[in-house]
């Protein structure tokens, strides 16, 4: 079983910055890729941006330039730095982790309970 535990998000104003943070536990072998997600109220579940155990990353075109996606490998913890938030970056924002687990060997996608990111003068 996979445990993804995120936190960072809020309220904020345009323009401004927030950070997002999410951490893994549980018995897998490796995490291969780790990412965000966002949901908007009455849309689709849409990747942000994600990266590989390779150190790639890449980003959804509308978050190009203002969000940058970090990974510490050794604390298991994908970051997401969003930077001249606007309106529209309003969702609830997902973590998401690709692992191999430990005895199956399988690789099994996993997400977190969310975190609500609201860009509000």
């Known amino acids: 079983q996979v445990q993804l535990v995120e936190s960072g998000g809020g309220l904020v104003q345009p323009g401004g910055s927030l950070r997002l943070s999410c951490a893994a536990s549980?018995?897998?072998?490796?995490?291969?890729?780790m990412g965000w997600y966002r949901q908007a109220p009455g849309k689709e579940r849409e990747l942000v941006a994600a990266?590989?155990?390779?150190?790639?990353?890449n980003y959804a075109d509308s978050v190009k330039g203002r969000f940058t996606i970090s990974r510490d490998i050794g604390k298991k913890t994908v970051y997401l730095q969003m930077n001249s938030l606007k309106p529209e970056d309003t969702a609830v924002y997902y973590c998401?982790?690709?692992?191999?687990?430990?005895?199956?060997?399988?690789?099994?996608?996993?997400w977190g309970q969310g975190t609500q990111v609201t860009v509000s003068s």
């Open positions: 998401n982790a690709n692992v191999t687990m430990l005895y199956t060997r399988l690789k099994t996608a996993n």
């Open positions: 549980g018995r897998f072998l490796s995490i291969n890729t």
């Open positions: 990266t590989t155990s390779g150190g790639d990353s």
